[in-house]
């Protein structure tokens, strides 16, 4: 038994239930076919195991966007999600498969591209093997340069993110919290790191845009903590000021 293949066995099926996303796109098609659910799950444990073992918050997020609301069983889904991220098939051969089964579907390929992003990013932000394979899925998918990119904004979340989001980390995190994990982050991030190891120009640009994020965020909360313990400084000291003037008075 693979390492991937044993942690997801320890993780019980999630319950049965309404799915945490609706019925989306993915869930509308018309999946008589059990050979498109196969390949669609068999892509999410590729994905989710190109970086290591699948855990926890990847499997249920996994389970929230490709299972639920599905025509197939539960435990066959999982069951296929553990064969498939265990062994050693190619991720792209069932990428191929869904887009051969659903041509010109559009619609269909943006919204299961934008889940696997959520899939990838359930554990942590996007790294460089999950950016890598999802361009090369989003080619297959017919999405390519800009395109992609429209997929991955800043660690992959639409709209306004908070700094502390962009860290991941929390906001009651220490200074050296902060700064431990903003290095680390760093390290695993950054392009150096990757232009002998094959990524494609296009992955290594993304490390960049990703990295100016990171670093911005990492500014923008070290500046708003400044301006907090000044503040904080501020009224402790215009506290102690009004105290012994109060004092020196009566």
Known sequence: MSQATATVAAYPMPPEGPSVVGAGRVQDYRLESVAFMHAL??????????????????????????????????????SWFVQRGG?????LQYARQVAAMTPGETALHTDLIQRLVRVAMADAPLNAAELELLRMVAEVFGFAGEAFRGFITPQGSQGAVSPYALLGVSARASDKELRDHYMARVQSLHPDRYHGAGASAETLALLSDQLAALNAAYRSVQQARTKKTSRTTAAVKSWWGRRNTKGASS
């Open 41 to 78: 799950v068999a892509l999410a444990a590729k994905l989710v195991t190109i970086d290591g073992a699948a855990n926890k918050a990847e499997y249920e997020m996994f389970h929230a966007l490709f299972v639920e609301n599905a025509t197939v069983d539960t435990a066959q889904a999982r």
């Open 87 to 91: 062994d050693t098939s190619p991720a």
